[in-house]
């Protein structure tokens, strides 16, 4: 099972997934986190992007394609992905459902966490704390609230088209929020099961 998981900065994006992760024995794959990685090993790509995620802006498609890439190529994580943090446009979207396609693969449900901008603006300056993220800062971190506003609508729209959205309230409490997407997962894995059935029945 593939699953896309997004919403905006501070919604608890990476917290479900790792949990989701550990449920289901999936991997997660945050491209931001994957990205962080490149600046903290001052690779050649890490320095070229460290401003640009510093200032809030997003990396370039076609560079954060070429790293999912890699996992979606790979026979290890093959149907067991969690996308954290993409897709972010209509075109890294349609670029995923390609390349899932390529390889032969689908998505098999997307989760969208929904939290007004007041809790993202706390939960942010309480991770800034912790976690010292440079674009944490409030002022970037709102403005990579505006850049997920601008981009998502299409992204939403997108993954409706195919009946593959569901919507969670991500005020919730992170087991409330689990919970219900342990719920949505699990729905869909015994869906999964009975038209497998269902195909064997039928040879
Ligand atoms: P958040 O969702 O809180 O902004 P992430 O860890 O998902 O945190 O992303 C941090 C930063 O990494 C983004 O602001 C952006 O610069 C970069 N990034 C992550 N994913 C993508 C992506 N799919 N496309 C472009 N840039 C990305």
Request: glycine share 4%.
């Amino acid at each position: 099972m593939n699953i896309v998981i997004f919403g905006p900065p501070g919604a608890g994006k990476g917290t479900q997934s790792n949990l989701i992760a550990k449920k289901y024995n999936l991997y997660q794959l945050s491209t931001g986190e994957l990205l962080r990685n490149e600046i903290k090993n001052s690779t050649k790509l890490g320095k070229n992007i460290s401003s640009i995620i510093n200032s809030g802006n997003l990396v370039s498609n076609d560079i954060v394609s070429d790293l999912i890439e890699k996992y979606i190529s790979n026979e290890i994580y093959r149907e067991r992905l969690i996308f954290d943090g993409y897709p972010r446009n209509l075109a890294q979207a349609q670029n995923l459902d390609n390349l899932l396609k390529k390889y032969n693969q689908k998505i098999d449900i997307v989760l969208k966490l929904s939290v007004n901008l007041e809790t993202i603006k706390k939960r942010i300056l309480e991770r800034k704390t912790v976690e010292k993220r440079l674009d944490d800062l409030e002022e970037i971190a709102i403005k990579r609230y505006e850049t997920y506003e601008n981009n998502i609508v299409s992204v939403i729209d997108f993954y409706k088209q195919f009946n593959l959205l569901k919507v969670i309230n991500g005020e919730l409490s992170v087991d409330e929020i689990s919970n219900e997407i342990s719920a949505l997962i699990d729905a869909i894995k015994g869906w999964l099961y009975k038209i497998r059935q269902y195909k064997y029945a039928s040879i």
